[in-house]
């Protein structure tokens, strides 16, 4: 090849000068911008957004409050937790049924200790919930009057002898002066005794709703059974299922179960008949069996 070719390849006209030279300026340029300006300083941002900044730095630190806040636990009475207010506390199911099962019997729990008996929680739970526990004023004083020694004379102490009262002639003033035994639980007691009729064993007391053994035992040492006024038994061997319902030991289903076992097995001759059938309250069947007839 010619030295006089190599050197036309070299040659440009003017248009091609002039774009070299102007893509060498831009290159230039751009290197100075680069070199002298600050990519890196802050960008004015639109008040909109500083504003939501600004808003959501007081939102996180009421997240953070809240976070960090504890739920404020009232104190209550310990026979009354609910499923949800036992999980909450951190009890089992487990522990929450044994609770409701013992309550549903008409029993109260009424110290820490007896409530730990019942549900069988642990003594790390126990701990934690037993400063909120509110027993009734009652169970208080129960506790303080144990403890008291009353110094009286022989001779003062044997004057002031109870005098028990049939409990079929109770009325409302005489009820309301045992102790817990206020203006409801006095209705209650009359209630029920209208509806059995009368009032056959003191033992008959837990079947009222809302008396703690407690109540009962100030009861049984103010009353007594007496003479049972006369009342109308209810004919086993004939009634209906209706009128069985109406009695208040054959609720339940009891009812109807009893005249399907009389009418594939015959009329009832006593109480050990009764007690065959599925669902009976065996354990009441003496008390039961005072308002039956067998004829």
């Not at 404020?72 to 609910?82: G, H, L, R, V, W």
């Not at 009262?165 to 109770?170: D, Y």
Request: hydrophobic content about 40%; proline content about 3%; some cysteine.
């Amino acid at each position: 090849m010619k030295f006089k070719t190599i050197v036309d390849y070299g040659k440009y006209s003017k248009e091609q000068a002039l774009g070299v030279i102007s893509l060498f300026l831009v290159v230039l340029i751009l290197q100075l911008c680069y070199y002298y300006l600050d990519f890196n300083k802050y960008v004015a941002e639109s008040p909109e957004k500083q504003s939501w900044i600004a808003n959501q730095v007081v939102v996180d630190s009421l997240k953070k409050g809240i976070t960090n806040t504890k739920p404020t636990i009232f104190p209550f009475n310990p026979n009354f937790i609910s499923d949800y207010k036992g999980y909450k506390l951190g009890m089992s199911v487990a522990e929450i049924n044994r609770l409701l099962a013992f309550r549903k019997s008409n029993q109260y729990v009424n110290s820490v200790s007896e409530f730990q008996k019942v549900t069988l929680v642990s003594d790390s739970l126990l701990e934690t919930m037993s400063p909120f526990f509110k027993f009734p004023d009652w169970v208080k004083n129960k506790k303080v009057t144990s403890s008291f020694q009353y110094e009286s004379p022989k001779q003062f102490i044997k004057s002031e002898k109870v005098v028990m009262k049939n409990i079929n002639e109770a009325s409302h003033e005489d009820l309301v002066k045992v102790y817990g035994v206020g203006q409801v639980l006095s209705e209650r007691i009359l209630k029920f005794k209208e509806t059995v009729g009368a009032i056959v064993s003191m033992d008959q007391m837990s079947d009222v709703w809302g008396l703690s053994p407690e109540v009962i035992e100030k009861l049984k040492l103010s009353f007594k059974v007496g003479a049972i006024p006369e009342m109308r038994k209810l004919d086993i061997n004939n009634a209906s299922i209706k009128e069985l319902g109406q009695f208040v030991y054959f609720k339940n289903g009891l009812a109807r179960e009893i005249v399907i076992y009389r009418s594939m097995n015959g009329d009832f001759k006593n109480i050990e008949d009764l007690i065959k059938i599925k669902g009976f309250p065996v354990e009441k069947r003496n008390i039961i069996a005072l308002y039956l007839d067998f004829r």
